[in-house]
């Protein structure tokens, strides 16, 4: 989802400053953030029928939506801070039980932070899913691949190697020709990918 910078009317103090430190790459201000607002994910996910670690799986994954959106300039709040950690992780665990349930789930939530704000939360964890399954799938792609090719490529994109070391690694008679090799890798990468990869609603 594209979004520009925070607008200030919606933040407090403290949001606004805990935003731009962590965009600065602050690490003291994501634990700040991580434990400001802990209590009340953990008190959620423990009052919906989950335990104390599920509480802290959901957090971590659903700070790091948060961190992810802040570091890459695509995050803009219509709410505090808390209120979109709430709405993520809210969503979170509503996908965790609904895929352990063979019954429709309801959630018991906290009024204060509720699940109806426009917070742009529910586009912003589909869009973080949505990553996680593309790079799974590159993934199990490179697995299907074979060598060289799989080696070819994880050198070049993966260890930043150079055509010339690259050249030699292969024993290619010139770097033109590992170009060429590196390209029919890339071709066939590209259409396992999308043989494996579909367009699912999550």
């Not at 594209?2 to 600065?24: F, H, K, W, Y």
């Not at 695509?74 to 019954?103: M, P």
Request: charged residues 30%; hydrophobic residues 35%; negative net charge.
């Amino acid at each position: 989802m594209s979004r520009g910078n925070p607008t200030s009317s919606s933040l407090t103090p403290t949001d606004d400053a805990l935003i731009a430190a962590i965009r600065s790459g602050d690490e003291r201000a994501l634990a700040h953030l991580y434990r400001l607002h802990w209590p009340m994910v953990s008190h959620f996910v423990l009052q919906n029928s989950g335990s104390e670690d599920d509480a802290q799986d959901v957090y971590q994954e659903g700070v790091m939506v948060f961190y992810e959106k802040v570091r890459d300039g695509s995050l803009e709040l219509s709410c505090q801070i808390k209120t979109y950690l709430y709405a993520v992780c809210r969503r979170l665990w509503l996908k965790r039980l609904t895929s352990k349930s063979r019954f429709g789930v309801r959630l018991l939530d906290d009024e204060e932070h509720g699940p109806y704000l426009n917070t742009g939360a529910e586009e912003d964890v589909l869009a973080a899913e949505e990553q996680d399954r593309r790079f799974a799938t590159m993934s199990e792609a490179l697995n299907h691949l074979g060598e060289p090719c799989r080696s070819l490529l994880e050198g070049f994109y993966l260890l930043d190697k150079s055509m010339q070391d690259l050249t030699s690694e292969f024993g290619y008679t010139n770097a033109d020709n590992a170009k060429n090799q590196k390209y029919k890798c890339l071709v066939r990468l590209k259409k396992l990918f999308f043989a494996h990869y579909k367009e699912e609603p999550i």
